[in-house]
């Protein structure tokens, strides 16, 4: 199963979503590095906070709902999936600043191995 994308910024968020979870739970510095910069970002349209958090919370509840995942962790493949259905839904430039993006992420509460993992899938997928 697979995430249906409405636009681009869900297809965008769909890759931090998985980021954010990669070491199995979202910590306060990304959900500021969330809010605060990636908020910001023009492929979002400068929303409110409310309308960014509702985007945000649909995003991941359509990531968390259709990605298969064993013990707790999503599978390789529904993450390859994503990964190339985001390929498919974004612009080079919108790719290379969503690696960026989630590289910058990633590091907002200390990069462990399994986000490193998950950071070179990132990179070889959207390249």
Same mark, same amino acid.
Request: charged share 25%; aromatic share 6%; hydrophobic share 45%.
């Given at each position: 199963?697979?995430?249906?994308?409405?636009?681009?910024?869900? *297809? +965008?968020?769909? $890759?931090?979503?998985? $980021?954010?979870?990669? !070491?199995?739970s979202?910590?306060?510095?990304?959900? =500021? +590095? /969330?809010?605060?910069?990636?908020?910001?970002?023009p492929?979002f349209?400068?929303?409110?906070?409310?309308?960014?958090? %509702?985007?945000?919370?649909?995003?991941?509840?359509?990531?968390?709902?259709?990605?298969?995942?064993?013990?707790?962790?999503?599978?390789?493949?529904?993450?390859?999936?994503? /990964?190339? !259905?985001?390929?498919?839904?974004?612009?080079?430039?919108?790719? %290379?600043? /969503?690696?960026?993006? *989630?590289?910058e992420?990633s590091d907002? =509460?200390?990069?462990?191995?399994?986000?490193?993992?998950?950071? =070179?899938?990132?990179?070889?997928?959207?390249?």
């Open positions: 199963m697979t995430v249906k994308f409405a636009n681009d910024s869900e *297809a +965008f968020l769909s $890759v931090l979503t998985l $980021v954010a979870g990669a !070491d199995q979202g910590s306060l510095e990304e959900r =500021d +590095f /969330l809010f605060n910069k990636v908020k910001g970002l492929i349209g400068n929303p409110s906070t409310a309308d960014f958090s %509702k985007l945000l919370a649909k995003v991941t509840d359509a990531v968390y709902e259709s990605l298969p995942q064993m013990d707790g962790e999503f599978t390789d493949a529904g993450i390859d999936a994503l /990964l190339a !259905d985001v390929k498919k839904t974004l612009s080079p430039e919108l790719r %290379k600043s /969503l690696v960026r993006i *989630a590289g992420l907002a =509460d200390g990069t462990g191995a399994t986000e490193v993992a998950l950071l =070179d899938k990132v990179c070889r997928a959207l390249a």
